[in-house]
């Protein structure tokens, strides 16, 4: 007998009540665990259905190739046919706080002014647009993951010049009014 629904999921205890209930309603289901998973880009969908559970906080718990597996797995299941509820299009909004005010701004809700860097070096050019203090955070977030107050451009300079580090996971970061 094949699953109903299948989800997709990085943090086992958040999905525990959702599991609960599934089993309460003697709905059959699958589950993939994002952490270690492997798919087959051929291969029919297993589901009808499958909902996304994927968090883009899941480096902050160690597990950052979650994400990208996630979203490589949605777009693969998508474009086979199947129906994913969190699907790839409303993930891939969910990992970008850039696009996400750009779409704010779009349907005229207000917003901070924000500028996307991949490389600090390249803020010197947009130093007269940039207003302190400012709020330095990274484009693919997590519930406040990473998020700090800055009072200058040195100290942003600094910031990512002590922890090369910082850059992960996705190389991008917002300078946010």
């Not at 089993?23 to 909902?51: C, H, M, N, Q, W």
Request: proline share 7%; net charge negative.
């Amino acid at each position: 007998m094949s699953d109903d629904l299948v989800i997709l999921f990085e943090h086992p205890e958040w999905q525990k009540p959702l599991f609960a209930a599934l089993e309460r309603r003697e709905i059959r289901f699958g589950t993939v665990d994002l952490k270690r998973a492997a798919f087959d880009p051929d291969s029919v969908p297993e589901a009808p259905l499958y909902f996304n559970q994927a968090s883009p906080s899941a480096y902050v718990r160690g597990h950052t190739r979650a994400v990208p597996l996630a979203l490589a797995y949605m777009r693969t299941l998508e474009r086979l046919g199947a129906r994913v509820l969190n699907g790839a299009d409303v993930f891939a909004l969910e990992l970008s706080k850039s696009t996400q005010a750009s779409l704010l701004r779009a349907l005229r809700i207000d917003c901070p002014r924000s500028i996307t860097f991949n490389d600090v070096s390249a803020l010197r050019a947009r130093e007269r647009e940039l207003g302190w203090p400012a709020v330095l955070k990274p484009d693919q977030g997590g519930s406040g993951a990473r998020i700090q107050v800055v009072d200058s451009l040195a100290q942003v300079e600094a910031i990512f010049a002590g922890d090369p580090g910082v850059w992960l996971p996705d190389n991008l970061f917002l300078l946010q009014e």
